[in-house]
């Protein structure tokens, strides 16, 4: 069943059918998928589209109007009465709630693997967005800074220390387009995990981490018609695709601020 509603009134989950208004008045090459990245919704309410259209029987619908709840009143009870006189009242005040606190992506408490998928899928479709970012720099001949990296390796290996393999099984859920990024994502997974069971320094289960994340970077300078390619490559494109260590070695050397 389709709905047509007002931008602002989109919500994660739902599944945008038609977007009105022209290509150049929103920020997505598709306009039919299920909007389940904040990210997207966030550039949907910025963009000039007014009104969306939306399918209820492949995500989420809009919620029923909330009826306004009325207002009550409650009045103090008298404590007693003396000569005729209602005495001291008592204010009867509600018990505080409790204060849901946000989540720290640093935290090495440990969690089951249910509740830490849920920060694993945030933090690897995060993750990924940065490694698809880093390897267009890459080909643009921009350098890699490490230290822009830290964080995202430093939560990559708190996931692993709540839960060692909910992260794993986020990554290996790969799809053609994101499988470069996937799998350097879940090699950084597997070099901290690694690490830790080695009982390295933290600083070096970091540079561990950080090893699995670029090990394969050279590819960003292979030619993509050779590494997007569906028939097999021939003995020149495999030498082409064999060089990507070498490459990878002589590009992060050149920036000048990666470990050995």
């Known amino acids: 069943m389709l709905k047509k ?8 989950g739902m599944f945008l059918h038609k977007l009105d208004g022209s290509w150049f008045s929103h920020p997505f090459w598709k306009r ?32 029923p109007a909330q009826p306004v709840p009325s207002r009550v009143v409650q009045m103090a009870e008298p404590r007693e009465r003396v000569f005729g006189r209602a005495g001291p009242t008592i204010v009867r005040r509600a018990a505080p709630q409790p204060v849901d606190r946000p989540f720290d992506p640093l935290s090495k408490d440990k969690l089951p693997i249910r509740a830490e ?7 690897a479709r995060k993750s ?13 001949g921009k350098a890699v800074k490490a230290a822009k990296l830290e964080t995202m390796v430093d939560e990559i ?40 069971q080695m009982h390295l320094s933290p600083d070096d289960i970091r540079k561990a981490g950080l ?13 993509q018609e050779v590494w997007d390619k569906d028939a097999p490559l021939t003995p020149e494109e495999w030498d082409v695709v064999k060089s990507h260590t070498t490459l990878a070695h002589e590009f992060l050397t050149l920036g000048g601020e990666m470990p050995a």
């Open 32 to 63: 039919k998928m299920l909007l389940d990245d904040p990210e997207q919704l966030a550039d949907l309410h910025a963009s000039k589209v007014e009104w969306v259209t939306i399918d209820v029987s492949r995500g989420a619908d809009v919620a």
């Open 128 to 140: 990924g967005r940065t490694m698809r970012k880093l390897y267009e720099d890459v080909r643009l």
């Open 5 to 12: 509603i007002r931008t602002q009134d989109v919500k994660l």
């Open 117 to 123: 998928m849920v920060h694993a899928q945030r933090l």
């Open 157 to 196: 290996s708190s996931s692993v220390q709540r839960n060692p393999h909910a992260f794993m099984a986020i990554t290996r859920m790969k799809n053609s387009g994101e499988y470069l990024y996937q799998h350097a994502l879940s090699v950084c997974a597997l070099m901290i995990g690694l690490a830790q």
């Open 211 to 223: 090893a699995g994340l670029l090990m394969d970077m050279g590819m960003a300078h292979v030619p």
